[in-house]
Nanobody
Framework: QVRLMESGGDSVQAGGSLRLSCAHS????????MGWFRQAPGKEREQIAT???????NYADSVKGRFSISQDVAKSTVYLQMNDLQPEDTAMYYC??????????????????????WGQGTQVAVSS
């Protein structure tokens, strides 16, 4: 069973930065796509960043240029660096992992249902 554990959520003022971490219990470079979703109260879940097994990354328009996803294979950890945070970034942030399907589409176009594993979430609150 793959387990994901997020950390790094906090309360910050607008313009501040945070780095979220996601420790993966059975990290493998091969075959997995990792990513981050977020969900704010009363809003739909939003995919904000993915990093595929080949290292390619993708971002939602709402965070492009401010957020950056990366991975440290040796530490079995995926990171989400968030800069210039704004109140609209306030949400619960979830780390996700999904196994690539042979011949399937890139994970940048996956829906939430395509990701097999989810963490418990870490809360980010941004005040103006």
């Amino acid at each position: 069973q793959v387990r994901l554990m997020e950390s790094g959520g906090d309360s910050v003022q607008a313009g501040g930065s945070l780095r979220l971490s996601c420790a993966h219990s059975e990290y493998t470079y091969s075959g997995y796509c990792m990513g981050w979703f977020r969900q704010a109260p009363g809003k739909e879940r939003e995919q904000i960043a993915t990093i595929d097994e080949d290292g390619s990354t993708n971002y939602a328009d709402s965070v492009k240029g401010r957020f950056s996803i990366s991975q440290d294979v040796a530490k079995s950890t995926v990171y989400l660096q968030m800069n210039d945070l704004q109140p609209e970034d306030t949400a619960m942030y979830y780390c996700v992992a999904g196994q690539n399907r042979l011949g399937g589409p890139p994970c940048s176009v996956w829906s939430s249902a395509d990701f097999d594993y989810w963490g418990q979430g870490t809360q980010v609150a941004v005040s103006s």
